[in-house]
């Protein structure tokens, strides 16, 4: 298990790897890595058991030895306008070093057994990646 | 202009906050706040100079006072696969603290004026706020 300085250190990497904080932004862009946006439909999207399963596997990958980050989400209860799709039931942004880290990550066993065993739970996937403009 | 120790700080606390590191998501779950992912498609995809000013425009966002952080990006080069969208032309997310901060980051001006001058762009733009689950 880490330790909590290790976390730390390892957080602290992927936040300015990753995030450009708003306040750097203004004078110059900080390098970050590719991420992968998903986003999943349940077949059916009442079902509690279903989310938590789906979710329970998402969480799954972030043993992936290249997935460097991940945030699981689902809708926020933001304002309803027409831009805003919150017909999702569940997200994940993974991020990685660069598009090379992809690869393996689809073919690891563990994101296969993700597929396995929770593909059956959703009737839509979106993906999109994205790397720093 | 923040100095490079604020940045640090600051990029640290966003990544302590935002994005649980892989290894921290093998015993528990790091709160994060909400995640606002938008993608943009140009209304002429191959001009270079539309791009331009539609990511500097995404850029000017980072000033908003709730913003926390950012990532500006454009699709990557990933393998081609049917749930896959590589179709659009710029993506951001914006990461605030709570549901709360997305109402005045909508009602601010500097947002006020990045619709003013880049909605003529953009043919299509989606919206999805996730928040932890």
């Known amino acids: 298990m880490p330790t909590r300085r290790a976390f730390l250190a390892t957080a602290a990497t992927l936040g300015a790897a990753t995030v ?3 306040a750097s932004m203004n ?23 279903d989310l938590a399963q789906l979710l329970a596997g ?3 990958l972030a043993a992936i030895e290249t997935v460097r980050g991940i945030h699981v989400g689902v809708p926020a209860s ?5 831009v805003v799709d919150n017909s999702y ?7 990685f070093d660069d598009t090379a880290g992809q690869k393996p990550y689809q073919d690891h066993p563990l994101h296969q057994k993700f597929v396995a065993e929770c ?7 979106v993906v999109y ?5």
């Open 20 to 22: 450009a904080s708003a």
């Open 129 to 133: 990646d994205a790397v720093p403009a």
């Open 58 to 60: 998402i969480r799954s």
């Open 89 to 95: 039931s569940a997200s994940e942004i993974l991020f």
């Open 119 to 125: 593909s059956h739970l959703w009737s839509k996937v």
């Open 27 to 49: 004078s110059a862009t900080t390098p970050a890595p590719l991420v992968h946006h998903v986003f999943f439909w349940l077949k059916n999207p009442g079902s509690k058991a």
């Open 78 to 82: 933001t304002e309803k306008r027409d």
